[in-house]
């Protein structure tokens, strides 16, 4: 069992950044392939980053890359994921999902066997 807790989510102009941690608890979180995906008010779950357990795989949807970074820590056991240059459009509660598969991590929620309960990221235009 793996607990993830993010944290770093606030209100912040456009233009802006706020870096996203999400810190696992529990079983040995560097085997693990951690995601970040958001949700808007009335939108779909959508995926927004991957990091493989390894560390040195990274994966992007098309609207965050050049813009924000995914990267972990293993010896902290937390997941970050940097957003720079946000954009109203960004508004969302972002999640972090870990999935204990020895496998490249996918843009689909039901590739991921555990979830944390949110942070809440607002950008003001």
């Known amino acids: 069992q793996v607990q993830l807790v993010e944290s770093g989510g606030g209100l912040v102009q456009a233009g802006g950044s706020l870096r996203l941690s999400c810190a696992a608890s529990?079983?040995?979180?560097?085997?693990?392939?951690v995601g970040w995906f958001r949700q808007a008010p009335g939108k779909e779950r959508e995926f927004v980053a991957a990091?493989?357990?390894?560390?040195?795989?990274?994966y992007y949807t098309d609207f965050v890359k050049g813009r924000f970074t995914i990267s972990r820590d293993n010896a902290k056991n937390t997941v970050y994921l940097q957003m720079n240059s946000l954009k109203p459009e960004d508004t969302a509660i972002y999640y972090c999902?870990?999935?204990?598969?020895?496998?490249?991590?996918?843009?689909?929620?039901?590739?991921?066997?555990?979830w944390g309960q949110g942070t809440q990221v607002t950008v003001s235009s």
């Open positions: 529990g079983r040995t979180f560097s085997s693990y392939s």
């Open positions: 990091v493989s357990w390894s560390g040195p795989s990274t």
């Open positions: 999902a870990a999935a204990n598969k020895v496998l490249a991590p996918q843009p689909k929620a039901s590739f991921y066997d555990y």
